[in-house]
């Protein structure tokens, strides 16, 4: 399994619990199943950290655009691996 980039990844603070969201980039040709198991195993292992309630993970294949762009926004700051 080839594992993604982390393109971007936001984290919200609720009460002692946080919530998190994370857009990783996948290859272009992979499958609609390997995404789905490379994006289930990543949720899995951000939410097996103990402040970590929920993990929301986003999956695209390309980074040339701005993620923050595309949604709403929550608030809060959005965190760029670059």
Same mark, same amino acid.
């Given at each position: 399994?080839?594992?993604?980039?982390?393109?971007?990844? @936001?984290?919200?603070?609720?009460? $002692?619990?946080?919530?998190?969201?994370?857009? &990783? /980039?996948? $290859? @272009? $040709?992979? !499958?609609?199943?390997? /995404?789905?198991?490379?994006? *289930?195993?990543?949720?899995?292992?951000? *939410? !097996?950290?103990?402040?970590?309630? @929920? /993990? +929301?993970?986003?999956?695209?294949?390309? &980074?040339?655009?701005?993620?923050?762009? *595309?949604?709403?926004?929550?608030? &809060?700051?959005? +965190? !760029?691996?670059?």
């Amino acid at each position: 399994m080839v594992h993604p980039s982390l393109i971007w990844q @936001r984290i919200i603070v609720l009460g $002692a619990n946080l919530f998190t969201s994370v857009l &990783t /980039a996948t $290859a @272009r $040709a992979q !499958s609609l199943q390997e /995404a789905h198991d490379i994006g *289930e195993s990543l949720q899995q292992k951000v *939410e !097996s950290l103990d402040d970590v309630e @929920r /993990a +929301f993970v986003h999956l695209d294949f390309e &980074t040339s655009h701005d993620p923050s762009t *595309e949604h709403k926004q929550w608030g &809060t700051q959005a +965190f !760029s691996s670059d």
